[in-house]
């Protein structure tokens, strides 16, 4: 019972403060993250010590597939070389850099785990990218870049930490053995991900039940990281690529009720995790502390060259390679390298999250054949969290508007979905009069003005004249008539007149309708 009050309590916490950062227009993960610093502290509140189990295998794997699903692949592939570049390259030079600098600084600390330190710190987190990216408007093609590389730098570093942290304990691995290891690892997620889209895809073809669908879905993430660590594979890449792959070929897999069904709860499971995730990583900081026995001067000393050495390197690594990039041929003809605005706020958004808590407390234990400060590594891991998401993710949407990012054009967005809209609307009415016949001829009106009606509605969206359309005059009447109804409807029940299931059945149609008409308002 304890227990599952503590949880309770943290997600209504996670909860208020995410509704508490939305109402003052601030960034939510940095408000939860401040908020369970301020509550570690506090006389009485539960003590949480973060598994790291749970951090890499029961809450990472939802959110890396989520994001995995909503991310576009077309465009993944238009911008692999730059988030290649990121999630690889940078990752690695991040990675090499912190060891180096580490034992530099603690020579007496094996460079092995000084390196396996490293990768502990040198992926962005997938959740804080994507939350603050999207939260502040960033140009398309910058949210794609961090997202792609918030995808797969998980599984660069996490793969680097396990190579290291055989070394380390002494595993006597030479150049071949790192590159079994690598090719188990990388190779192995990339296989049970590549079965994992046949046999899951497969399953969701076959299956017409929403409920059903949710719960395939649900499943999903962890099927496949179970399947990938029993083979000791990296279940973040299996996830990565069932995830893009699936949600690629979402629009053919699964119905229509289907889809709007997992899309509203895979909202609900990552507003919740999220929020939990940043409020769990601010509740260490008071354990963190209680467990330190190094010099605070040492400990100053470290935690300022890692923080230095974790914010410089981004920068060192990506303007060179960006203008390096430039000197492509072939990139300069596509028009696909990097402006030097969008190379400066990519280089700002380096925020630490879960994956960096989770690895270092997935750090080896001290012994008598591996010697290091463990303690001071996971205090180093959460100081890199706390700082990054503190400084650049709070000063992230400043920098972007100093910047003068070129905006997404929505006139070049309409414009193409007005295009599309009517070749779609030329395919419906086609499809309208080879299957019309013997139907009734109002019924087949009625269906051409619908048709009509959509195309119309998108052409409108470009005339932007400030006046009320007539898409925007039918959705503001339409919804009077549905408010009119609903109150007829709620009216009847409560006389008796009606049951409770034929009400919950108008009121499921009236609000399926209001929904369109709210999307179709926000556009």
Known sequence: MEALFEVVLFLAIATLGAALARRFGLLAPIVLLVAGVALSFVPGFPLVRLDP????????????????IQTSVPAFRHNLRPILLLAIGLVLFTAFVVGFVVHAVLPDVPLAICLAFGAVVAPPDAVAATAVARRIGLPRRVVTILEGESLVNDATALVLLRVATLAAIGSGLDAWGVAGQVLLTAGGGLLVGLVGVVVI???????????????????????????????????????????????????????????????????LVTFLLEGLVFLLVGLQLRDLLSRLDTEIGMMVLVTVAVLGTVFLTRFLWIFPASLLVRLVPQVRRNGTALPARISAVLSWAGMRGVVTLGAALALPLPSDELAYPRDLFVWLAFAV?????????????????????????????????????????????????????GSPPAVVERLRAMVEYRSNSAWER???????????????????????????????RDQGRITEEVLVRAYRDLDLEESLLRRKGER
């Open 53 to 68: 189990e749970l951090v890499l295998v029961g809450i990472l794997p939802p959110l890396l597939y989520v994001a995995a």
């Open 201 to 267: 895809g497969y399953l969701h073809k076959r299956i017409k039940d929403p409920i059903l669908d949710n719960t395939l879905s649900l499943l999903t993430p962890f099927i496949v990281v179970f399947v990938a660590e029993e083979i000791h594979a990296s279940g973040v890449v299996a996830v990565v690529v069932v995830g893009l792959a699936l949600g690629h070929k979402l629009p053919v897999l699964l119905s229509a009720a289907s889809r709007l069904q997992t899309m509203a709860f895979w909202r």
């Open 385 to 437: 969290i706390v700082v990054t998401l503190g400084v650049q993710g709070a000063t992230l949407p400043m920098v972007a508007r100093r910047l003068r990012l070129p905006a997404d054009d929505p006139a070049k967005d309409a414009l193409a979905e007005a295009a599309v809209q009517q070749q779609a609307g030329t395919a419906a009415k086609a499809r309208l009069e080879a299957a019309a016949e």
């Open 462 to 492: 470009l005339g932007g004249d400030g006046r009320e359309t007539p898409s925007q005059a039918y959705g503001r009447l339409r919804q009077e008539m549905i408010d009119a109804e609903r109150e007829v409807f709620r009216t009847a």
